[in-house]
């Protein structure tokens, strides 16, 4: 190999590991689940809370932290209109999610709310349209993340980028309860070979210590994949064929 070219390749896992710091490896609160999904190791997601619609995504983040400080399991999106917005909760029943929205209003915690119904989201969808459709809502939504600068407040083991959080907050907006952290995540997949990766799967690495699952990304096509790197940057798209990446690769999974 020419010099130039080895050159190049120490630079690129150089770059890498300078900008990947592992994914949070603290649990969060266990959300209450009742509908399992069939041909799949992943239940669906019931009645969630809406709340904010800011332009400012400080503000969006302001108010997920605050919910994240009341106990509450909360994520900001950026939506179609281009908007953040703010959700939480896994509730059982349209009911009980309304008697919970309710009360955080009667305390000052949250101004306006609606409630998003199991019917809403892609995997509902699949008996009709099939799992492809899910995948390709996957990457969609992923997309719509890139160049956000994701991060998870409230306590300093969640500030910065968190990437299984990233890998969470895509799967739940689109139905599928996935687990917030990345090794639990690993182990709720089903294992699939590198040359049969399709959209929407995951892909892990050992970026910390060897043979330990520490970072996600989404699989997005053509070798590629989402994910949220390190505190400082965006999310971002990067390449399996990294040197980086490819000798730090665990596997890949799937939950379709």
Same mark, same amino acid.
């Given at each position: 190999?020419?010099w130039? #070219? *080895?050159?190049?390749?120490?630079?690129?896992i +150089?770059l890498?590991?300078?900008?990947?710091?592992?994914?949070?490896s603290?649990?969060?609160?266990?959300?209450?689940?009742?509908?399992?999904?069939?041909?799949t190791?992943? #239940?669906?997601? @019931?009645?969630?809370?809406?709340?904010?619609?800011?332009?400012?995504?400080?503000?969006?983040?302001?108010?997920?932290?605050? *919910?994240?400080?009341?106990?509450?399991?909360?994520?900001?999106?950026? @939506?179609?209109?281009?908007?953040?917005?703010? !959700?939480?909760?896994?509730?059982?029943?349209?009911?009980?999610?309304?008697?919970?929205?309710?009360?955080?209003?009667?305390q000052?915690?949250?101004?306006?709310?609606?409630?998003?119904?199991?019917?809403?989201?892609?995997?509902?969808?699949?008996?009709?349209?099939?799992?492809d459709?899910v995948?390709?809502?996957?990457?969609?939504? $992923?997309?719509?993340?890139?160049? +956000?600068?994701?991060?998870w407040?409230?306590?300093?083991?969640?500030?910065?980028?968190?990437?299984?959080?990233?890998?969470?907050?895509?799967?739940?907006q689109n139905? *599928?309860?996935?687990?917030?952290?990345?090794?639990?995540?690993?182990?709720?997949?089903?294992?699939?070979?590198?040359n049969?990766?399709?959209?929407? @799967? *995951?892909?892990?690495?050992?970026?910390?210590?060897?043979r330990?699952v #520490?970072?996600?990304?989404i699989?997005?096509?053509n070798?590629?994949?989402?994910?949220?790197? $390190?505190?400082?940057?965006?999310?971002?798209?990067?390449?399996?064929?990294?040197?980086?990446f490819r000798?730090?690769?665990?596997g890949? !999974?799937?939950?379709?």
């Amino acid at each position: 190999m020419h010099w130039h #070219s *080895l050159i190049r390749t120490a630079l690129a896992i +150089i770059l890498a590991a300078a900008t990947i710091s592992g994914c949070s490896s603290r649990p969060g609160p266990e959300p209450h689940v009742t509908r399992p999904m069939p041909e799949t190791q992943l #239940s669906t997601m @019931d009645y969630s809370i809406q709340v904010g619609a800011f332009s400012v995504l400080g503000n969006a983040v302001r108010l997920m932290n605050s *919910l994240e400080n009341m106990g509450l399991e909360a994520y900001y999106f950026r @939506d179609q209109d281009g908007l953040y917005k703010v !959700r939480f909760g896994n509730y059982p029943t349209y009911q009980s999610a309304r008697q919970h929205a309710h009360r955080l209003q009667g305390q000052g915690a949250i101004a306006a709310f609606f409630v998003v119904i199991p019917e809403s989201y892609a995997a509902a969808r699949i008996p009709r349209l099939g799992k492809d459709h899910v995948r390709a809502e996957i990457v969609r939504t $992923a997309h719509g993340f890139i160049g +956000i600068p994701y991060r998870w407040g409230g306590t300093s083991e969640k500030s910065g980028f968190d990437c299984s959080g990233l890998t969470m907050v895509v799967y739940r907006q689109n139905g *599928l309860n996935l687990p917030r952290v990345s090794s639990s995540q690993f182990q709720a997949g089903r294992p699939i070979p590198r040359n049969a990766i399709q959209n929407g @799967d *995951l892909v892990f690495f050992a970026t910390r210590n060897p043979r330990q699952v #520490s970072h996600v990304g989404i699989y997005i096509g053509n070798g590629r994949f989402i994910h949220a790197p $390190a505190p400082g940057r965006s999310v971002t798209v990067e390449q399996l064929s990294n040197p980086y990446f490819r000798s730090r690769f665990m596997g890949a !999974r799937t939950y379709l």
